[in-house]
């Protein structure tokens, strides 16, 4: 209701106590049910197609832009409203919420791509990397460092488990590997209604998750001037672990 509307029912009311919605419907909607996980499972699949139109606009001389129509176009294609596209080549890779312009593509690129659609009640939200021919230097470890830190967080998540202990298991991993002043953002962020919404992966989460959740799972290493490299799943929590909704690999795509 209007809240000028429930304060003079407040004032109304013997006693009254009062929540906000964080602690009532924010709850609930931290936790989805079958029906819901078949929406978020079919976004997921039509984000996946949307990436490989991505990866087959990637050539020499086109421009992000030019990547990120393609992938728009596919979303569309499925009856899905494109929410958000980062298409982030070479050194613009290495701005986490870099947007999407007129760079031209070009041989030895990293590119970071980060892509999201909604048909029906949920949206998606993936990140791919893809190179134009061989890839820059140093480019495979760091992409092998970032791997072996979703790979830990995915150990780490479970039932039971607070939230800050998952974004530690994959910070950990890249701090050791001497990266982690590079890794400058949370690790992940619910998905529902709204793309990011709770439960937030961070690092002073206390955030108890539990099954039914739903949230990304997306570290990343940003060389400044250089590439970033991020990947990321969406996953749902089973009692056993993360189930990933996404079923497109997360190995690197070569273009030559």
């Known amino acids: 209701m209007r809240s000028h509307f429930a304060l003079i029912l407040i004032d109304a009311l013997p006693n009254p106590t009062h929540e906000f919605t964080g602690s009532t419907i924010g709850a609930l909607r931290m936790r989805k049910d079958q029906t819901e996980f078949i929406n ?4 997921a699949l039509i984000d996946d197609r949307a ?3 991505g990866f087959a606009a990637i050539k020499e001389g086109v421009t992000e832009l030019e990547i990120g129509e393609a992938i728009n176009k596919h979303f569309i294609s499925e009856g899905a409203k494109p929410q958000f596209c980062i298409v982030g080549s070479g050194p613009n890779g290495a701005f986490p919420h870099h ?3 007129d760079r031209k ?9 980060d892509i999201g659609g909604r048909k029906g009640t949920f949206p998606s939200d993936m990140t791919r990397m893809s190179v134009l021919g061989e890839p820059p230097e140093g480019y495979l470890e760091i992409h092998a460092i970032v791997e072996r830190a979703v790979q ?3 150990l780490a998540a479970r039932p039971g488990v607070m939230a800050k202990d998952v974004d530690a298991a994959a910070r950990d991993v890249i701090t050791e590997a001497g990266y982690g002043e590079f890794f400058v953002h949370r690790l992940g962020h619910g998905l529902g209604i709204d793309i990011h919404e709770p439960p937030y992966i961070t690092a002073t989460s206390e955030v108890i998750l539990d099954e039914g959740m739903v949230f990304s799972i997306e570290p990343g290493i940003y060389l400044q001037g250089r590439f970033g490299v991020r990947l990321e799943e969406v996953v749902i929590l089973r ?5 990933i909704l996404s079923e497109l690999t997360r190995k690197l795509n070569v273009i030559n």
């Open 239 to 243: 009692k056993d672990g993360p189930e």
């Open 105 to 113: 593509i070009e041989y030895g690129d990293a590119i970071l791509i």
């Open 40 to 43: 978020l499972k079919e976004n």
């Open 99 to 101: 947007h999407t312009g």
């Open 152 to 154: 830990a967080a995915m």
């Open 51 to 53: 990436m490989k139109a």
